[in-house]
């Protein structure tokens, strides 16, 4: 195995995590903030971290239906995240705008906008299903870097 | 030419360079997981610093357009080379004697500040304000830890002085440590035990754990300095703040309890490191794991009212006995 091979292997298992709150309605972010780090789900020891960088992040978590007033601040925060990187969206409402799909005021589904990687639904998901995300997300980074996952 | 080869081999393989690193990343995987452990979680593998390392140098690095190109680049190598020269000049007790014999501790000295201001070049050349609060806290709170810093080093530099019978103070790591060795570690001396919990006090500060991460509070103002930072320059700030943290728990060590077990080097070389281990639990992990954060003043004032008027008393006693 090459340096370059191994280099890529080693940096899949330190995710560094960053939140996106785009108009959410602050349930999905206590889930990701408290739920997914508390001792019995324990995010952490996936290697991951949660970062207050956009510049340091490498799988971004967002949450909320992506609001018209929010737009323009995600897309800038999104591209000053560095390359390889992967896009989660975290709850119904960046995946289909949930209960507010048809408000004057919603500038998404996230997918409009950016890439997404992982979608997981769920009014707030579960703690299991956000740190199944996160492992998925992985992989997926991996096939980014050029490898199999 | 032989002098050269050695000195190289002393910065590059051991003490500093790669002993020096390797110690110190596991040193930090265990501290975060003996954290994790400390609040029921698993924790993160042992490895995690050198996969996060590792991490880092296959990522994109991005410079703010407003950003001070060169002063943004140089800032991590003059923190990691600083820190690096340094981590040379340990000597291990009862493995290596340290690479230069007269006043290497005033070297250390000069030296230590060295990451703390790499940081608030880096902070200032990122132009983001964010950086710019992150510089000032920086700046506050490294004036606040020299202080009590320059006491203890003098404090030991003095007692070694005066029971070595040279009269003023010796600033040799290499006297410091032969005298612990022949006649009962400082750690154990009354007289110095307010310089020792003094310096259990000065270690958080340096290496901005909580409760005195003021300049780095990510939740409060978003990494600070570290803000603009990402991918292999970041790595580098990552491996100048591995290099601290083997100089500042090692100095500790030498300082106040560099006793050995037994003439075979390797079973010193173990010793040393438990010992510095310990140092890292009491005064990093266990810290790090029970408290929140301090405002600026109130680390400030922290360090101001205790810290150094234990140093101080020490420092006196030492005079006058």
């Known amino acids: ?149 | 030419m032989s002098d050269i080869l050695w000195a190289l081999f002393h910065v590059c393989v051991f003490p500093g360079g790669l002993f020096a690193l390797g110690f110190a990343l596991f040193l930090k995987g265990l501290d975060r997981r003996i954290v994790a452990r400390f609040q029921r979680r698993v924790g993160p593998p042992l490895i995690q610093p050198l996969l996060d390392i590792a991490k880092l140098l296959t990522k994109e690095t991005l410079i703010p357009r407003t950003a001070c190109k060169s002063m943004f680049m140089m800032a991590p190598v003059i923190g990691m080379t600083g820190m690096a020269a340094c981590a040379a000049f340990i000597p291990v007790p009862g493995v290596f004697d340290g690479m230069y014999m007269m006043g290497d501790l005033l070297v250390l000295f000069y030296l230590l500040p060295v990451p703390a201001i790499a940081i608030m070049l880096g902070g200032s050349a990122s132009s983001s304000p964010f950086g710019a609060i992150g510089f000032s806290r920086e700046m506050l709170i490294m004036l606040s830890y020299e202080l009590p810093l320059l006491m203890i080093l003098l404090t030991v530099a003095m007692i070694t002085g005066k029971a070595t019978g040279i009269g003023t103070a010796d600033f040799s790591l290499l006297n410091i440590v032969q005298y612990q060795i022949h006649h009962g570690q400082f750690g154990l001396n009354p007289l110095m035990i307010p310089a020792f919990i003094a310096y259990l006090m000065f270690l958080p500060g340096t290496m901005g754990v909580p409760p005195f991460d003021i300049a780095e509070a990510e939740t409060e103002i978003l990494e600070g300095p570290m803000l603009e930072y990402g991918g292999p320059l970041l790595a580098l700030f990552q491996i100048g703040t591995a290099f601290k943290t083997f100089v500042v728990l090692s100095l500790g060590v030498i300082m106040f309890f560099p006793g050995c077990l037994g003439d075979f080097w390797l079973v010193n070389l173990f010793w040393f490191m438990a010992k510095c281990l310990i140092l890292m639990f009491f005064s990093i992990s266990l810290l790090r794991a029970v408290t929140g954060r301090l405002r600026i003043d109130q680390a400030m004032m922290f360090y101001f009212k205790i810290p150094a008027v234990l140093a101080f008393i020490s420092l006196v006693l030492v005079m006058i006995v």
């Not at chain 1, 992982?118 to 490898?147: D, F, H, T």
Request: aromatic fraction near 6%; charge should be positive; hydrophobic fraction near 40%.
């Open chain 1, 1 to 149: 195995m090459s340096l370059d091979t191994l280099l890529k292997k080693a940096s899949v298992r330190s995710p560094w995590l960053f939140r996106i709150n785009a108009g959410s309605c602050n349930g999905c972010d206590v889930e990701l903030a408290t739920t997914a780090l508390i001792p019995r789900y324990d995010v952490e020891r996936l290697g991951c971290h949660y970062t207050g960088s956009p510049r340091q992040a490498d799988i971004v978590l967002v949450t909320g239906p992506v609001t018209v007033h929010m737009r323009d601040y995600v897309l800038r925060v999104w591209n000053e995240i560095p390359e390889p990187k992967v896009t989660v969206a975290v709850g119904i409402c960046p995946i289909s705008g949930g209960v507010f799909r048809d408000s004057y005021s919603i500038a998404g589904p996230l997918s409009r906008l950016v890439p997404v990687d992982v979608n997981v639904p769920g009014c707030p998901p579960r703690p299991q299903a956000i740190m199944e995300a996160v492992v998925l997300a992985r992989s997926i980074w991996l096939k980014k870097l050029g490898l199999e996952g």
